[in-house]
């Protein structure tokens, strides 16, 4: 397990090993983690399980991040869970990111970079400390919805059970390439503890802000989320809407 605070690089040894791992597309094609950053500079954002609220809000934020400006820097940009492949579909387009998502059922290149895994990882910001925006965007937040919805999502969902991921993993992000070099990385300790997107944007020197979604999360209605075709991962208290985050437009003067 990282220690609290750990934000070292990988060993050339880890970063070896992990590259020979691999990771599964969204059609379920296996492809090795290192080939993903053999030619370009890859930011790799390892998530929780799909159905991590906190997490859905993350990656509408990477969402925002506009693609010219990502190939402008020669810049790839992929997310990797810990569930099964044939729920990603879903998942993006209930956050609305067009890159590329991967996913390790086995875990085995979280634990290669020694990402946490366990009920000690399931804890939230430590008390003092700030939240980060992406956390403040996500509403019905406590330990209570998360139970009452976590139980919704499977009796409405059946589908995915066992296939959303391990609930007490914890991600990480991360630069690697070109070739078998990290040169950034960033390893959760608690449930809130992605980079700040605008921390990460700096880092990668790209001169641009993403989008600022007005709001992350919403409540509709059972005929509006089957218009929207977005309630497959999500239930009722918190659902999605891509729209109105990927590509927000000003709101006409009345």
């Known amino acids: 397990m990282a220690p609290a605070g750990r934000r070292e690089i990988p060993s050339q040894q880890t970063i070896l090993a992990v590259s020979e791992l691999d990771v599964l597309n969204e059609n379920g094609r296996a492809v090795t983690f290192g080939s993903l950053?053999?030619?370009?500079?890859?930011?790799?954002?390892?998530?929780?399980?799909?159905?991590?609220a906190r997490l859905q809000s993350y990656v509408i934020q990477l969402a925002s991040i506009p693609s010219k400006e990502l190939e402008e820097s020669n810049l790839r940009l992929v997310v990797i869970g810990c569930g099964s492949w044939d729920v990603i579909p879903s998942y993006r387009?209930?956050?609305?990111f067009t890159g590329e998502i991967y996913t390790d059922p086995s875990r085995s290149t979280f634990r290669?970079?020694?990402?946490?895994?366990?009920?000690?990882?399931?804890?939230?910001?430590?008390?003092?400390?700030?939240?980060?925006?992406?956390?403040?965007?996500?509403t019905n937040n406590t330990p209570w919805y998360a139970f009452r919805n976590l139980v919704r999502l499977f009796i409405?969902?059946?589908q995915f059970v066992g296939k959303i991921g391990n609930m007490t993993q914890l991600g990480g992000d991360f630069v690697f390439g070109p070739g078998p070099i990290c040169?950034?990385?960033w390893q959760m300790q608690h449930t809130e503890d992605h980079i700040e997107v605008s921390e990460l944007i700096k880092h990668l020197g790209i001169k641009t802000?993403?989008?600022?979604?007005?709001?992350?999360?919403?409540?509709?209605?059972?005929?509006?989320?089957?218009?929207r075709n977005c309630s497959q991962l999500l239930p009722d208290e918190l659902v999605v809407v891509p729209s109105q985050l990927v590509d927000p437009k000003p709101t006409p003067s009345p």
């Open 37 to 52: 950053f053999e030619t370009q500079k890859t930011v790799a954002i390892f998530i929780r399980h799909f159905w991590c």
């Open 93 to 96: 387009e209930i956050t609305g």
């Open 112 to 138: 290669t970079l020694e990402l946490i895994s366990g009920f000690q990882g399931l804890t939230l910001t430590p008390w003092g400390q700030q939240k980060r925006s992406y956390i403040t965007q996500v």
């Open 156 to 158: 409405k969902n059946p």
């Open 183 to 185: 040169t950034f990385a």
């Open 209 to 227: 802000r993403p989008s600022s979604p007005s709001r992350a999360l919403t409540t509709l209605s059972t005929s509006e989320r089957s218009q």
